[in-house]
Every structure is written in structure tokens, then in C-alpha cells.
């Protein structure tokens, strides 16, 4: 019997088709830069956070020159801190973790969008190079005043 010259064709992009989508995915996990959250910021046991180094002492810590580090809880509905000053061109390493339900977050107008999840560091750096208020929220649902769970990065020339 011989197979449709048609039918061929299609069975040449539907095979195709897959490998694309196969190939998309990998490039997205291992080619493009995107960092997931994962055990390079490290794991850490959510009921007993204040003992911890970084989140027994939250806030703002200046490290060096321009360098600043951020060690934040994110605890339904509040981030501690919530309220945030740099000067402006600083360079800011925020460490966050959750010690209740998993939370998002990301500083509106920026492509700082995170997860922050119990038992997980999640590491990121910012470089802030123009002054101005930037707002922060936790865009995952996590309880009756997820709308509520927010801040600010003050950027003080
Ligand atoms: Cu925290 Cu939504």
C-alpha cells in the first residue's frame, strides 16, 4: 500500500512540531539565562528562621561599596522589611524565604519577579541606577490579604 504523498508531509511537521516544543522548553531551562529557584541559595528549616544568620537579623545591610544585602520574610500578609532605603546606583542582593505558605515577588515596572517558598532561599541582585520609589507585591495567592502583601524600595539620590 502507498502512503499519501500528503500524509507524509504532514507526518514530517508533526514530528517536527515536537521537536520544536521539546526544544523550546530545553532552551528555556538550560540555555536563556533564566534562573528558577533552586538549591544554589540554599535550604533552610522554615520554623526556625530566628536562628537563623540572615533571617534572625532582617533588613537592610550595607556590605561594601554601593553593595547592599536584603534579608526578608515573606509571612502572610507582610514582607519584613516592607520598607526599604538605598542610595541611588546601589547594587542589592535580596535573600528571602517564607515561613508559611509560598509567595511571589516582584518590583513593579522591573523584570524582578520571583517566588519565595518555605524551606527555600531565593537569591536575587538588583542594581538600582535611577532614583525614585519603586513598589514591590506578592503576586502569588497566598491567603485572605494576598492583596494587602506589599512594600516599597526607596532609591534616594
Ligand atoms: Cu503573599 Cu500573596
Redesign the pocket.
Known sequence: MEIHRYEKIWFGVAVLLIVAFIGTVAYGAVGAGIEMVDDDGGTIDPNNLSDHERFGDTGVHQVGDGEFEVNMI?V??SFIPNDIEIPEGSTVTFYMTASDVT??FNIAGTNVNSMIIPGQITEITVEFDESGTYGFV??????SL?HE?EGQIQVVP
Do not use: I, L, V, W
Open positions: 515573606a502572610h500578609p509567595h511571589g506578592c503576586h502569588e495567592y497566598c491567603g494576598h502583601m
